[in-house]
C-alpha cells in the first residue's frame, strides 16, 4: 500500500534535497504517514535534457488510476540553464521559459496525455551565484575551469521563473530573492549558505524549506502537513486486541480533530 506524493523535479541543487541538512530530508520528515517524497534531481541537467525525463516520470491519464497521485509537483531549475557559453549546459533564456511553460503544459493541459488537474505545481527559482567562490572553486580543480556563470545572468533566469509562473498561474517560491537578502544583499555573505558559489548549505536549504512551507500553506493550505491527517489508522485508534480490521488505509484529508 502506497501514499500519494510530493515529486522534486529539478537539478544537483534538488538531488542534494537529501542531504544533511537538506529540505528534501525535511520535507520527507514533516510529511511522514501523510505524502511519500519523491527525489528526482538530476546533477547537472537543464530544462532540455530534464523534459524528456519529466515524461517517464509523470504517470498518463490512463495509468494515474493505478499509481499513487502527484500532489505536488516542485519544479526548481535555472542554476544550469544560465551557464556562460560555451558551456554545454546553456539554454538561451527565451528557451528556458519556453521550457518551463512547457512543464506546466504536461500537467495541467488538458491536452497533453499526462493531464492532472488535481496536481499543484510549485516553481523554484535558482539562488544567487557567488562568482568570487565560484570561480575560486573552478581555478582549483586539475585542470584549472573558467568562470561558467554570472550573477547578473543567474538573477534574469529567476526573474523568468516568477514570470512564468503568473502567466501560468502556478506558485512560485523565490529562493533567489530568499537567500541574497538573508545575505544583506551582499556576495560576501553568501557563503553562509552557498558551498562552491553555486550549491547550498544546510543554512540554505532552511531558507528554501520555510519559503516553500510558507508557500504551500498559503498557495495551497489543504496540501499543508498540518492541515493533513495521516493515512493509516492512528495508534490510539487500533483495535489492539484485534488490530487487522482496524488498520485501515484512508485519504490524507484534512483533519477535523
Known amino acids: 500500500m502506497v501514499l500519494d506524493v510530493i515529486m522534486l523535479f529539478g537539478d544537483s541543487i534538488t538531488q ?133 556563470r554570472n550573477f547578473e545572468v543567474t538573477k534574469e533566469y529567476a526573474e523568468a521563473v516568477t514570470a512564468v509562473a503568473v502567466a501560468s498561474n502556478v506558485a512560485v517560491v523565490d529562493v533567489w530573492t530568499a537567500i541574497w537578502k538573508a545575505a544583506g544583499e551582499r556576495e560576501e555573505a553568501l557563503p553562509k549558505y552557498l558551498s562552491d558559489g553555486l550549491h547550498l548549505l544546510p543554512d540554505g536549504y532552511t531558507i528554501v524549506y520555510e519559503a516553500l512551507m510558507k508557500t504551500i500553506g498559503t498557495e495551497h493550505p489543504e496540501l499543508h502537513y498540518e492541515n493533513l491527517q495521516c493515512v493509516f489508522t492512528p495508534w490510539a485508534e487500533v483495535d489492539w486486541a484485534n488490530p487487522g480490521p482496524s488498520v485501515q488505509k484512508r485519504e490524507a484529508v484534512i483533519s477535523r480533530n
Open 16 to 148: 542534494g534535497g537529501w542531504s544533511d541538512g537538506g529540505f528534501g530530508a525535511r520535507l520527507a520528515n514533516a510529511y511522514s504517514r501523510k505524502f511519500d517524497v519523491l527525489n528526482r534531481g538530476l546533477a547537472g541537467y537543464n530544462t532540455d535534457w530534464a523534459l524528456p525525463v519529466l515524461e517517464q516520470c509523470l504517470p498518463t491519464q490512463h495509468d494515474q488510476q493505478h499509481v499513487p497521485k502527484i500532489k505536488i509537483l516542485v519544479v526548481w531549475f535555472g542554476a544550469n540553464d544560465a551557464c556562460l557559453k560555451p558551456s554545454p549546459q546553456q539554454v538561451p533564456l527565451p528557451k528556458f521559459t519556453d521550457n518551463l511553460k512547457r512543464i506546466v503544459h504536461l500537467v495541467h493541459s488538458a491536452e497533453s496525455p499526462y493531464y492532472s488537474p488535481s496536481t499543484k505545481i510549485i516553481l523554484v527559482t535558482p539562488p544567487p551565484v557567488n562568482t568570487h567562490q565560484r570561480l575560486a572553486d573552478l581555478a582549483s580543480r586539475d585542470p584549472p575551469l573558467a568562470l561558467d
